[in-house]
Nanobody, 124 residues
Framework: QVQLVESGGGLVQAGGSLRLSCAGS????????VGWFRQAPGKEREFVVG????????YYTDSVKGRFTISRDNAKNTVHLQMNSLKPEDTAVYFC?????????????????WGQGTQVAVSS
């Protein structure tokens, strides 16, 4: 089993950038497809972006295309999410999640492993 820890959240002005990291331990991290999800206050958790276990496939939700970039470094057991041109509507708790050797799926129920989340707040 893999354990996940997110970091890099914070408060930023609209138009600014943040880089989130998801560090994996306790398993063979390169075997896991990783997704980033977010949950805004009063809303359901939603899929943001996913990267396959090999890094060869990436899928972004439409609202972040062209602004967010996901990458992974399997040698360091880490997935990064570079977030540029941030908007107030990006404010949420961001979670990374993992599923072993699986496709990138948008349903949170398909990911058995989750981090504790990191808060991102974007002021207008």
């Amino acid at each position: 089993q893999v354990q996940l820890v997110e970091s890099g959240g914070g408060l930023v002005q609209a138009g600014g950038s943040l880089r989130l990291s998801c560090a994996g331990s306790g398993g063979t991290f390169r075997d896991y497809t990783v997704g980033w999800f977010r949950q805004a206050p009063g809303k359901e958790r939603e899929f943001v972006v996913g990267i396959s276990w090999s890094g060869g496939n990436i899928y972004y939700t439409d609202s972040v295309k062209g602004r967010f970039t996901i990458s992974r470094d399997n040698a360091k057991n880490t997935v990064h999410l570079q977030m540029n041109s941030l908007k107030p509507e990006d404010t949420a708790v961001y979670f990374c999640a993992a599923r072993r050797l699986g496709l990138i799926l948008v349903e949170e129920a398909q990911y058995p492993y989750w981090g504790q989340g990191t808060q991102v707040a974007v002021s207008s």
